[in-house]
């Protein structure tokens, strides 16, 4: 394509959107809703990702005690734990801590405690583990160790959750690709047949404009940027839609049950770059495919 034809070429396709105005923004809304929802699930996928492996970087344990342990025995469980290398006790709670902390995160619906006869939550122990090494300890061994001791009900430690949500993950990003791929076909499909309404729209000027000599690739461009500027539109509307609602709807911290704070951020530049290439390229791609029935390619 010759520089000097650009401004006719995009006055062509920006005549062409003019003339079928309707369809374009029909278009365009839709392919803006589907980037969206794309857009929403990376959201969401990052966070839960980043939080996942932020988790991760810290083992903790929370040790569960039976009812009824005597101050004697607790304290002798405490100084195990401080025997621990690069254990540190962060929280200690009581029976009553517990349940003021359930009802906290409960929030609205706290009520549904009310009619329980009795604290059913037990007292912890809260334990993080920061060896200064560098190397992790085994929480399987550390578990059946503290779990062997008297007055102990349970341990959980964090890297069991964990792996639950490493497998959870796997199917999300499964699900995604899926979804993609089912969202980019529907954006193709919205492209191709806008394109082919507009070439309808002029199928008689198309062949006035052969009869005289025009090329195919003359005819071609206008309807190539129609696409692109539809995909860039849509690119960049998702975006800021996407953006938008993320100031709006998103929660800076959020405690997750009583566990670490997540910091809820938005995707990073490179998502965001890849949602509009992938846009402008589905839109060009569309109007490729529409052209195809008219011309030989």
Excluded at 206 to 229: C, N, R, Y
């Amino acid at each position: 394509m010759k520089l000097r034809l650009a401004p006719y070429f995009i006055r062509q396709a920006i005549q062409n959107v003019r003339k079928n105005w309707l369809v374009h923004v029909v278009g365009v809304s839709t392919m803006v809703i589907s980037f969206l929802i794309f857009g929403t699930f990376l959201l969401l996928f990052y966070n839960l990702d980043s939080w996942i492996h932020g988790w991760g970087d810290t083992l903790s344990m929370s040790i569960y005690l039976e009812d009824g342990i005597d101050r004697g025995t607790r304290g002798k469980l405490v100084s195990l734990i401080r025997e621990i290398p690069g254990a540190h006790i962060e929280r200690t709670i009581t029976k009553k801590q517990a349940f003021i902390d359930l009802k906290r995160a409960l929030g609205r619906e706290a009520s549904v405690l009310e009619g329980l006869p009795r604290n059913p939550l037990p007292a912890s122990i809260e334990v993080a583990f920061h060896p200064s090494g560098g190397e992790k300890p085994d929480p399987e061994k550390l578990r059946k160790k503290l779990e062997a001791f008297t007055g102990v009900a349970e341990v959980q430690y964090s890297e069991e959750w964990l792996n639950r949500f490493e497998g959870l993950m796997k199917v999300f990003r499964l699900a995604g690709l899926i979804i993609g791929g089912l969202l980019g076909l529907g954006v193709l499909f919205i492209v191709t047949n806008t394109i082919k309404l507009t070439i309808y729209s002029r199928q008689e000027e198309i062949e006035i404009m052969k009869l005289v000599g025009a090329t195919d690739w003359f005819v071609k461009t206008p309807f190539l940027l129609e696409g692109s500027m539809q995909g860039i539109v849509s690119g960049m509307l998702s975006v800021l839609v996407l953006y938008s609602g993320y100031l709006i709807l998103s929660v800076k911290k959020a405690d997750i049950f009583g566990f670490a704070l997540l910091d809820f951020v938005f995707i990073p530049n490179s998502y965001t770059l890849t949602i509009f290439v992938v846009s402008v390229a589905l839109g060009l791609l569309g109007s490729f495919i529409a052209l195809g029935r008219f011309f030989r390619l």
